[in-house]
């Protein structure tokens, strides 16, 4: 038998040529319109809670320069400094509402909305550093407690990040040193968050001032005294320009860190990857944060003494326990009006019980190596 012959395949038609081309065109074209896309730049608009001249706002732009280089370009966020579009104080509803994609600043500040949100920073368990407070965020329950309180009690549309580990804050600064307890009482004194029921709590009369509005009120005499937070701050802001005593180590803000806000839509919005850059972009920041303030602070701290002329004084130990004594107060009365700020105490304690007593165990104690190398010693009085 002969094997059958194989007939040629048809040539294609006009009309199947046509449709061929067209869908070739068509997946050329979709596939440069996608490359478009990936080619755009995403802008978002930041705002920060602080003045151009605070070591703050550098932080805030170290943030968003992390993150437009790590998106090589598909992201870029502008950082503008406080008060640019908002006020400091109004920046979270800001965000909320999408009038900016984002901002910077501490979760103190919203403890007028609900007291839990102070916790989130300047917890007032103090015997953790901020770097094991963020510890707590990551993998004690920290980060589901931020986000409940966030989104399902306050109802806020957005998407927050806490980072940047701030040490201990000064006691603050005072036109002559504080000796006692009873130095506090009648004081008209700046401060924010928890810290203001703490400062009551020893007979101040707390103040609460965004951090561009602290020095005019000490030169003017509307406040007494003031604390904001470090060397660097503080010096830039002016405060030895009006008072030249400064208190140090104190448990009112023993621990604190910084808080970055997105609008929810707008950050659901974006590729996966881009979310994964905003989100490492802030752990890497808050490493280089905590290189950068251990120089910074430091050159400060000596430069206020050598050339600023302002005299620098260690807390009395009598005020440190008062403070501890006084927290027991505040925490007990907040607990009992907000069952979610009772929530995260104790979930703080809990942390705290376990890490605290490794930490007080493992490290050796500072203040005996120092002792033996600080020849002299540091010039606090």
């Not at 048809?10 to 199947?16: C, F």
């Not at 130990?317 to 009992?336: F, S, T």
């Amino acid at each position: 038998m002969r094997a059958p012959t194989k007939k040629p395949a048809p040539r294609p038609g006009r009309r199947g040529f046509v449709k061929t081309a067209a869908a070739l065109s068509a997946g050329l074209l979709a596939g440069k319109a996608a490359e478009a896309r990936a080619d755009e730049t995403i802008e978002l608009r930041f705002q920060s809670t602080w003045p151009t001249r605070d070591i703050f706002h550098e932080y805030a732009l170290d943030f968003a320069n992390k993150v437009n280089e790590m998106s090589v370009g598909r992201l870029r966020i502008e950082m503008l400094p406080a008060g640019a579009m908002v006020k400091a104080f109004d920046l979270i509803d800001a965000v909320h509402k999408g009038v900016l994609d984002g901002g910077h600043g501490v979760a103190a500040y919203w403890y007028a909305r609900n007291s839990a949100f102070s916790l989130f920073g300047t917890s007032p368990l103090a015997g953790l550093d901020a770097n094991q407070m963020l510890a707590w965020i990551e993998y004690g329950g920290g980060k589901e407690l931020y986000r409940e309180l966030q989104q399902e009690i306050m109802g806020y549309e957005v998407e927050g990040l806490l980072y940047g580990p701030m040490p201990t804050q000064p006691l603050g600064w005072f036109k002559k040193p504080i000796r006692s307890t009873a130095d506090l009482r009648g004081l008209r004194f700046r401060t924010v968050g928890l810290a203001t029921e703490l400062f009551r709590e020893m007979g101040a009369h707390p103040v609460t001032l965004p951090a561009g509005e602290i020095v005019g009120g000490l030169d003017r005499g509307t406040i007494d005294a003031a604390e904001f937070n470090n060397a660097s701050s503080d010096r830039r802001l002016g405060f030895p320009d009006v008072v030249k005593v400064c208190m140090l180590q104190s448990y009112h803000q023993n621990a604190e860190f910084f808080e970055v806000l997105i609008n929810k839509r707008r950050y659901d919005s974006l590729a996966a990857d881009l979310q994964a850059i905003i989100r490492y972009a802030a752990q890497a920041s808050s490493a280089e944060m905590s290189w950068k303030a251990i120089d910074r602070y430091s050159r400060d701290y000596f430069a206020m003494q050598s050339e600023d002329k302002v005299q620098f004084y260690r807390t009395p130990r009598e005020v440190l326990e008062a403070q501890l004594k006084a927290w027991d107060r505040v925490i007990a009365a907040k607990a009992r009006e907000n069952p979610f700020f009772a929530k995260v105490v104790e979930s703080q304690k809990k942390w705290l019980k376990r890490v605290g007593k490794w930490s007080l165990d493992t490290h050796a104690p500072a203040e005996i190596a120092l002792a033996h190398w600080l020849k002299p010693r540091l010039p606090v009085r």
